[in-house]
């Protein structure tokens, strides 16, 4: 197989650059997906001019003509969904069937915002004067960076690309390097689609010199990142001192309530499916299941039958259903976790089955854990939950709220009561019933709340809220007529 050679797409042309650097295969080191380049100054200055110059022109395009664009983009994605779904396996680790999931979910993305270019973009008001009519419309921001995680590496691009160039935005898109291949197929899905030159441009570089080149220089308008809590917030406070607006999305520590009453089968599958999925390298994932009274020991035993049936291996290969970490420095990091939680008394309880070679870390329920634990409190990024007890619902629902993450949160009960009043009480942004903390639709909005984001949404039709700003307008002096002044129409 040839190793694919990456350019940037800079304005109107795919940009091969100087020095590149290969991204590997998390499964096989020695496997090179992609030689990708690396963007400098010069190029990083190019994009942005570019971005900047296509910006009347596109703002100026109708509405549904862009539409037509993501429409088409969108059905090229899933008519490519295995090949790009291959692609992200193989560079992210995720498994085949996630992988084209995935691409399937970005389409599906892009479809939705191309519907959303049909639909109203202002409102219309009453006046006290007469002979005045107010109404508001929505603009464009202006030139957007989009800068993504590795984690979800076509979803994600495609949640915040997809509605700023459906509301008229140009984009900046830079991906995060371990994932350029799946980022360069969804450009190019939409370059294919016809997409004016310099409305997206994609650059591959360092995190560094984007927030230099773009951010604190003021060459965009707007910042949309999704990514650690650490770099989000030195990125927000770049964006704000540059007058631009910024919409963060951060990490999660996502608990799963389990009541007595509950199914416990299905919470089994759920919280195994929540925290092991993409080998729990997703801000989503379940990562503390709160066991309430008599729940525990049944869940437990549930819980570790599940984990002992994961099969790691080749991504590629559909019988894999739990895939590597992104790299072994991240193996590393969840290893040390799990070793600092054993030394301050968690004991585990299960431990997954790994091949001896990539970047697999074994899927690992903890039990003995306390709530203040760090293993408890941070945020793990790897397949790891751990099991806390709880006597009651009321310090259940103290447990699921005692961490500086605010993102998603689950309950499992048969009692509308109890469900009612986690979910009142829970703090997070989403909050499921008998289901699993991680997956979102997306027709709703995205986020969470506390240390989890800068308390923006993302998706949905709230995704207007950040790619437009309000224009509010004040027509005077017109003719006071009202309808009924009128003439009848002659018979």
Known sequence: MTTPQLTHRIGDAWVAGTAHQPD??????????????????ADLDAAAAAARAALPGWSRTTAVARGEILF??????????????????????????????????????LRYFAGRTSEPIGEQYASATPGTRL??????????????PWNFPIAIPAWKVAPALAYGNTVLLKPA??????????????????LPAGVLNLVFADGAAVG??????????????????????????????AHAKVQLELGGKNAVVVAPDADIARAAEMIVRGAMASAGQKCTATSRVIAIGSSAGPLRAAIAERVAALRAG????????????????????????????????????????????GAFH???????????????????????????????????????NGVRYGLSGSIFTRDLATAETFVAAARAGIVHVNGETAGAEPHLP???????????????????????????????GLPVVGPFDREPASR
């Open 24 to 41: 590997r295969s998390p499964a096989d080191p020695d496997v090179i997906v992609a030689e990708v380049p690396v963007a400098g100054r």
């Open 72 to 109: 088409r983009a969108s059905a090229l994605l899933f008519e490519r969904a295995e090949a790009v779904g291959r692609d992200l396996a193989r560079e992210e680790g995720k498994t085949l069937a996630e992988g084209i999931g995935e691409t399937r979910r970005a389409a599906t993305i």
């Open 135 to 148: 109404w508001t419309t929505r603009e464009p921001v202006g030139v957007v960076a989009a800068v993504t």
């Open 177 to 194: 390097g371990a994932t350029p291949l799946t980022a360069h197929h969804f450009v190019q899905a939409l370059v294919d689609a016809g």
């Open 212 to 241: 230099e080149a773009w951010i604190a220089s003021g060459a965009v308008d707007a910042v949309s990142f999704t990514g650690s809590e650490t770099v989000g917030r030195r990125l927000q406070a770049s964006a704000v001192a």
């Open 314 to 357: 080749d991504p590629t290969d559909p019988a894999t259903t739990f895939g590597p970490l992104i790299d072994a420095a991240a193996v590393e990091r969840v290893a040390g976790m799990v070793a600092a939680a054993e030394a301050a008394g968690a004991r585990v309880a299960v431990r997954s089955e790994i091949p001896g070679r």
């Open 362 to 400: 074994p899927a690992i329920v903890l039990d003995g854990v306390t709530p203040d634990a760090a293993i408890a409190q941070d945020e793990v990024f790897g397949p790891v939950v751990a099991i806390i007890p709880a006597a009651d619902l009321d310090e259940a629902i103290r447990i699921h």
């Open 446 to 476: 995205f986020g969470g709340t506390k240390g989890s984001s800068s308390w923006s949404r993302e998706q949905g039709a709230v995704a207007q809220e950040f790619y437009t700003q309000t224009k509010t307008v004040y027509l005077e």
